[in-house]
Nanobody, 122 residues
Framework: QVQLVESGGGLVQAGGSLRLSCTASGRTYSDYVMGWFRQAPGKEREFVAHISWSGDRTLYADSVKGRFTISRDNAKNTVHLQMNSLKTEDTAVYYC???????????????WGQGTQVTVSS
């Protein structure tokens, strides 16, 4: 089992920045691909970004490319999502997830956090 806890969400104006963090505990965190997903009201959960276990591979959704940066610190069992130039359409609950393979489908991730709300106002 891997337990994931997100933090860092909040309310920010459009154009602002937030940094989300996800802290893992339980089984060997560094073995897992770590991903960030988001879900807006009335919409399906969507892929945002993920990072390989070593941190040398990352992938971003087109909608966040160039604005968001994912990083991980295996020594601290944490993964971060730096979000810059936020837009109102980035408003959603953001979830951290851990999985064994480098994929974007949320159904293929094994463990999930409880989510943290990000609200971007105009």
């Amino acid at each position: 089992q891997v337990q994931l806890v997100e933090s860092g969400g909040g309310l920010v104006q459009a154009g602002g920045s937030l940094r989300l963090s996800c802290t893992a505990s339980g089984r060997t965190y560094s073995d897992y691909v770590m991903g960030w997903f988001r879900q807006a009201p009335g919409k399906e959960r969507e892929f945002v970004a993920h990072i390989s276990w070593s941190g040398d591979r990352t992938l971003y959704a087109d909608s966040v490319k160039g604005r968001f940066t994912i990083s991980r610190d295996n020594a601290k069992n944490t993964v971060h999502l730096q979000m810059n130039s936020l837009k109102t359409e980035d408003t959603a609950v953001y979830y951290c997830a851990a999985g064994r393979i480098f994929v974007v489908a949320p159904g293929l991730y094994d463990y999930w956090g409880q989510g943290t709300q990000v609200t971007v106002s105009s």
